[in-house]
């Protein structure tokens, strides 16, 4: 039994060996390591719009009760919209006490609030504008925001994650050229990648005529990928 462990250690030695040598090699041999970034730019097909019911009321019952009426007529002007049911999901749903902390006495319960909130999903992004002024109509009082995306994002990613590679090799190639040496194989390479667009406008203007709307601007998105590439020099 005891001649086996020395045999298991040897094994092992000669299993290990060949991958810290391989390490090792690629340790001592020149590298040039950089980084490039590419972007693409492309406009939102995809609007976000959170909106929702804050009701008061002396009992819980009554705050819940005035939310609930004026939320299906919310719900009712999304459907009227156009929005799909699967496209509207309930975000938030609470029921607080409201304090009096007046007179520095003992706090005490006045009533309660009630907040019911939605967000809806659409791809008709003119619509956003008088979507949010029928809810407002329905009896919508809280508006978080509008978030724009792109639908297919990953298109425009490739997009972006090719134009970086280029420029990485293309500073790697200048950076060895300068240096005297030659450009090899490729050790290392990692990506990163970023989403970010402008912040929606949503403002109220004078009405020029009874018809006007809330003007939504989507504005354009930028998607960025960025591409750490380590070369091998001869």
Known sequence: M???FPLLAGALLMTTAPASAHDSHIDTIGKISVSATGNSYQAPDIATVSAGVVTQG???QDAMRANARQMTA???ALKAAGIQQRHIQTS????NPQYDYTNRQKPRIT????RNTVTAHSEDLDQVGPML???VTAGANNINGTNFSIKDAEAAKSDARRE????ARRKAGEMAEAAGVSLGRILQMSESSHQSGPQPMMRTMAMESAGASTPIAGGEQTLSVTVNITYAID
């Open 2 to 4: 005891k001649a086996l």
């Open 111 to 114: 009533g309660y609030e009630a």
């Open 133 to 135: 002024d029928a809810l």
């Open 74 to 76: 919310v719900f009712d």
């Open 164 to 167: 970086a590679v280029i420029d």
């Open 58 to 60: 002396v009992t819980a």
């Open 92 to 95: 938030q749903l609470s029921l």
